[in-house]
């Protein structure tokens, strides 16, 4: 089963940007779609964004859309989550997740209980 490792997190006032980065181990990271989730304190764990296999489609939380962009490198099994403009509802602990299924549309990409694997999270704050 796939390992995941993200880094990038930090303290950024807002406005500004983060590239959070997420490292697989394995030989099969190109047979998951893989997806970014946070959670703020006293929060549910929300979607914010996933990519296909492929890198041929991306999908985005509303909150987020115009802002973050999502890619991948298969080559290198990395996920990565460009920031841009950065607003302080954003902090939370970010996590990369795998998803093993063919998923059609956001709304299997947004379902946490569709990802196998999950990373341990970096912290991403905002300052106002």
């Known amino acids: 089963q796939v390992q995941l490792a993200e880094s990038g997190g930090g303290l950024v006032q807002a406005g500004g940007s983060l590239r959070l980065s997420c490292a697989a181990s394995?030989?099969?990271?190109?047979?998951?779609?893989m997806g970014w989730f946070r959670q703020a304190p006293g929060k549910e764990r929300e979607f914010v964004s996933a990519v296909s296999r492929s890198n041929g489609y991306t999908y985005y939380a509303d909150s987020v859309k115009g802002r973050f962009t999502i890619s991948r490198d298969n080559a290198k099994n990395t996920v990565y989550l460009q920031m841009n403009s950065l607003k302080p509802e954003d902090t939370a602990v970010y996590y990369c997740a795998a998803n093993p299924r063919y998923c059609v549309g956001l709304g299997c990409y947004e379902k946490k209980n569709e990802y196998i694997a999950w990373g341990q999270g970096t912290q991403v704050t905002v300052s106002s």
């Open positions: 394995g030989r099969t990271f190109s047979s998951y779609a």
